[in-house]
């Protein structure tokens, strides 16, 4: 649940800090689309980390949950920190590495879906 908190904050402090004190910067490199996807991504993920973590609590015997859970930080970590990186520097070639943080959010709900799926049957 910390982990969460503390994603949390992060977004909502990266995307004040964007929309207000790299205003100039993500406009001057034409990446603030790029730069409030990442937000939107961390946000939305950190959110699903929570509900998790709130799962976990309820449900201890749910370890499946601790997996999913890592490969969504995984996603924050690698998706939207090099948009981040690249919105603020330009470096271009880190859009090769932010798929791999996509592919690791798609496997997290994937595996959330299939562990889920298991818990039914």
């Not at 920190?81 to 994937?110: E, K, Q």
């Amino acid at each position: 649940m910390q982990m969460a908190a503390m994603l949390g904050m992060l977004a909502v402090g990266i995307g004040a800090f964007g929309a207000h004190g790299l205003e100039p910067t993500l406009e001057a490199n034409g990446r603030t689309e790029t730069f409030e996807t990442a937000v939107k991504y961390h946000f939305y993920h950190s959110l699903a980390i929570l509900a998790l973590a709130i799962w976990l609590q309820v449900q201890p015997k749910h370890t499946f949950l601790k997996s999913v859970m890592g490969l969504l930080v995984l996603g924050i970590l690698i998706f939207s920190g090099s948009l981040y990186v690249l919105s603020l520097t330009g470096i271009n070639w880190l859009g090769a590495i932010t798929p791999i943080g996509g592919v690791a959010f798609i496997a997290g709900w994937f595996w959330l879906f299939w562990s889920a799926r298991k818990l039914q049957s």
